[in-house]
């Protein structure tokens, strides 16, 4: 009985096959797009690292606890600066920053390639038709498969990490901006029309101040599933927290691969804290109804 | 003048093949048959009606009867699968979106249901909008908006964000939004069904009043026949997407178009939405001056009666004669009425209320004569019949029933006479 279980009833199709030649394809006929692009992401990690790296530690310190003081209080500002003292402490600092400019960067790309995406789909039921399965598709498929796909296309380094990260943490972004702008009081939507104004007035003075919790809410989750990406990076040679990750890993270092997952999660509190902040506080100003 | 606002013939499919709808709703199908066989919604069926500038129109139906749809048409945020919209002599179906857009920010504002306020702007901020989207400078425009919110009885409150106002001043702001753009006409979709009883009536009020200063022209909805009645200058009752009936709150209570609208009207307090002129009919007689008592007399006798209308030849009343006077005079040897006649009768003009008639009713020996601004008998109010149009038992009108002598057998011995 077993074998009938696993017999294989369909007949063979040779997908990987297919796969791979879609990707020979690419890479003969779109390489003009791949290289501009990686020094473009290259160059963007670059400067944040520069930015981040490159002022005393105590600086960026500082500067930390004052954007967590702002956001969240006083309170989280203490955790903010008792935390990244012990990541100087374990001497992971640097590799943090690192880390965090590959998350930056990839969020950043996330978001502005997911927000009018979201806008579009919220916008033509055709476009959601079509962005909806994408995103499911782009969501479920393993991480890892377009970390594979980006080191083919961009070589090893910090860019296949940026470009994974940001193919696998867009769809939050996308879907949330739909969502919230689908939300929004119908009657409030048609109150901006019956007053004359523009689809774009309609959009930027009434959708998307109103679905601004909704786009916050997915900004952050955006910036958790990229930083979730740092370690994966890590595997195609992104350094930063990734890379003390995977070497503890590969020497069975468990003091070493603990202190990165240390740091990585008090990144992760930092990130979403500050973001979930200002979505809140944002929304909290303009009095929601 | 032309009318303000036209519907010709508004029907709204809501599916997937509204061209096959409209073809069987041309062959005489009903929504009912369009909605099984096909699977359209046919949410309105052929409306048209017309408003004169500055008239109160009220659109009334219960839910379901494609009201607001109606009312979305005029301005097409709902776009109309047949029929034509004229404001003035603008086709509203021929604008594009620029003419339409400009259409919307100078000539109609709406006022929403549920208020429709934009949470993230101010009082004041929001009842600029229609003025900012018009590209008014901000400082005039916020004088402008200040004005709506004074003429709405919101002064002071421009600072604040609309959660932190009552349901009732939210709307408020909704009204003053809509009227800051001096839009000449206002679409209001339900406006107070939303609110409290008491404060619905309050606005009822304020519209009421506003309405009688600027005088706009209004498309009303509302599913509450009392709030049509009280506010309308004429209503549209709607049902299943297709018009009942057109007329006046009193045309309509006293002569309903059908089963349907005498049911719907059945709750409605007729004593203060009938006037005069309908309980009124013509005076079974009147005599002139140079009668002479003793016919008035005789006549009197005969309808059991102890008063009649005096009138001059033009129609004006001169006065009533009394077979109490009129009997003296005789005895005096009087030769004609004129001189004879007393002033005891109540005369209201035709558009009194029958609440206010009631008071009247009782105190004198002829029937409350309606008259017109020279003084001229247009018809008589008899107890009787003003009792039964109040219990909505006299439902014919008009003079034609004045020979059927509908209140005779209730007339008793105090009865005053049917002049």
Known sequence: MPELLAQQIAPDLDV??????????????????????????????????????????VVILLAFTAIAYFAVGWAFALFTLAAFLLVDAMGHFEATMVSLALVVVAALLAVAIGIP???????????????????????TMPAFVYLLLAVIFF???????????????????????????????????????????????????????????????????????????????????????????????QRLRVGLGFEGGLAVVILAIFLDRVTAGFGAGDAGARGTA | MASHVRA?????????????????????????????????????????????????????????????????????LVEP???????????????????????????????????????????????????????????????????????????????????????????????????????????????FSALDPLIRREMQGLLAELQSELQRTIVFITHDLNEAMLLGDRICVLRQ???VQIGTGAQIIASPASDYVAEFVADVDRSRVLTADIAMREPRRVFAPTASPQEVLDWLAGQEANGVYVLAEDGRV?????????????????????????DDYANVPPDTLLADLSALAARNSVPIAVTDDTGKLLGV???????????????????????RDPNGAGRGRQEPADA
């Open chain 2, 241 to 243: 997407g297709r018009v």
């Open chain 1, 155 to 249: 070589r090893i380094g910090v860019v296949p990490g940026v470009i994974a990260s940001l193919v696998f943490s867009m769809p939050p972004a996308v879907r949330l901006t739909e969502l919230g702008i689908r939300h929004v009081d119908r009657e409030v939507v048609e109150a901006a029309e019956a007053f004359g104004a523009t689809p774009r007035t309609v959009l930027t003075g009434v959708q998307l101040p109103l679905a601004l919790p909704s786009i916050m809410a997915g900004v952050n989750q955006v910036i958790m599933l990229a930083l979730s990406m740092v370690v994966i990076a890590g595997l195609a040679g992104a350094g930063g927290l990734g890379g003390i990750i995977v070497e503890g890993v």
């Open chain 1, 16 to 57: 990987a096959g297919w796969a791979s030649d879609a990707v020979d394809w690419l890479l003969d006929n779109l390489a003009f797009i791949f290289g501009p692009l990686r020094t473009i992401v290259s160059a963007l990690v670059g400067w944040v690292e520069t930015l981040l790296v490159g002022p005393p530690v």
């Open chain 2, 318 to 342: 001169l006065g009533v004669a009394r077979d109490d006077r009129l009997a003296r005079g005789l005895g005096e040897g009087a030769r004609e009425i004129g001189g004879l006649l007393t």
């Open chain 2, 81 to 191: 699968s047949a029929g034509e919209v004229w404001i003035g002599d603008e086709r509203v179906g021929a604008l594009d979106n620029r003419g339409l857009r400009e259409l919307r920010q100078r000539r109609m504002s709406m006022v929403f249901q549920h208020f429709a306020l934009f949470p993230h702007r101010t009082v004041v901020e929001n009842a600029a909008f229609g003025l900012k989207v018009q590209g008014v400078e901000p400082d005039e425009r916020r004088e402008r908006a200040e004005e709506a919110l004074e003429t709405v009885g919101l002064a002071g409150w421009s600072e604040h964000y609309p959660s932190e106002l009552s349901g009732g001043m939210q709307q408020r702001v909704g009204l003053a939004r809509g009227l800051a753009t001096q839009a000449d006409i206002l679409l209001m979709d339900e406006p």
């Open chain 2, 8 to 76: 010709e013939g508004l029907t709204k499919v809501f599916g997937d093949a509204p061209k096959k709808a409209l073809e069987a709703q041309g062959s005489g199908r009903d929504a009912a048959w369009i909605r099984e066989q096909l699977g359209q919604t046919l949410a309105v069926d052929d409306v048209s009606f017309e408003v004169e500038a500055g008239e109160l129109f009220v659109v009334m139906g219960l839910s379901g009867s494609g009201k607001s749809t109606v009312i979305r048409m005029l301005n097409r």
């Open chain 1, 117 to 139: 995406l979201g806008i579009l789909a919220a916008r033509s039921s055709t476009a959601s038709a079509v962005i909806k399965p994408l995103m499911d598709f782009m969501q």
């Open chain 2, 381 to 403: 109010v008899p107890r009787a019949r003003l009792l039964a149009s109040l219990a909505g038992t006299e439902v014919s009108t008009g003079p034609q029933a004045a020979g």
